[in-house]
Every structure is written in structure tokens, then in C-alpha cells.
Nanobody, 129 residues
Framework: QVQLVESGGGLVQAGGSLRLSCAAS????????MGWFRQAPGKEREFVAA????????RYADSVKDRFTISRDNAKNTVYLQMSSLKPEDTAVYYC??????????????????????WGQGTQVTVSS
């Protein structure tokens, strides 16, 4: 089992930047692909970005591509989401999630919520116009 704690959220003006962090504890961090999701008020939780256990593969939602960057530091058991050129529509609670990797070759990163086994409590990001 792994425990996830997000941090770094806050209030930022449109066009600004934030970096979210997600610290993991418990089982070996490199056993997990990691993802970021977000949920705006009245909307369903949606995929934002994901990164493979090694960091060698990433995937992004079209709405954040070229503005957000996901990365990880396995030595620090932490995954990051660097967000730039923020827009009011990026306002949401951001969650990190862990997908346990059954095999480190041939198991791709996922965009589907149900594929993820563990979730953090979320951190609020508010972008003002």
C-alpha cells in the first residue's frame, strides 16, 4: 500500500504558474505509474497527466498539453506537476494517484480513473481571471 500527500496548490492569476508535489510513502515508489487528475465543482474527475514508473513515458490531456509538465524523482518518492500559462478553467482540486505496475515492461501509463489503486486527498488550485 502507498500513501499519497499533495501540496503546492493555491491562488494564482491567469497566466501564472504553480508546481504541485505529491509525496508517497509506503511501498517502493518505483513500483507505481503515477497520475494527476482534477475535479472542478459540478464536474467529474478528469485525467490531467501520467508518468511511468521510470519517468521515461508521459501522457497528457489535450487541454493541458504544452502547458503542464509531469515529472518524478524516485529517490525522493515524489511526483510533480509543473503548471504554466494557467487559465481560469484550470481551477479544480488536483489529485495524484498511483497505479501499481504488475510488470515493468509492457505496462503502459493509464488515463482512466479506475486503473489507479491509491489516491491522495487533493489540493485546491484556483486561477483568477
Amino acid at each position: 500500500q502507498v500513501q499519497l500527500v499533495e501540496s503546492g496548490g493555491g491562488l494564482v492569476q491567469a497566466g501564472g504558474s504553480l508546481r504541485l508535489s505529491c509525496a508517497a510513502s509506503g511501498r517502493a515508489f518505483s513500483n507505481y505509474h503515477m497520475g494527476w487528475f482534477r475535479q472542478a465543482p459540478g464536474k467529474e474527475r478528469e485525467f490531467v497527466a501520467a508518468i511511468s514508473w521510470s519517468g521515461g513515458s508521459t501522457r497528457y490531456a489535450d487541454s493541458v498539453k504544452d502547458r503542464f509538465t509531469i515529472s518524478r524523482d524516485n529517490a525522493k518518492n515524489t511526483v510533480y506537476l509543473q503548471m504554466s500559462s494557467l487559465k481560469p478553467e484550470d481551477t479544480a482540486v488536483y489529485y495524484c494517484a498511483a497505479d501499481e505496475v504488475p510488470a515493468k515492461i509492457g505496462y503502459s501509463v493509464k488515463e482512466v480513473l479506475d486503473e489507479y489503486d491509491y489516491w491522495g486527498q487533493g489540493t485546491q488550485v484556483t486561477v483568477s481571471s
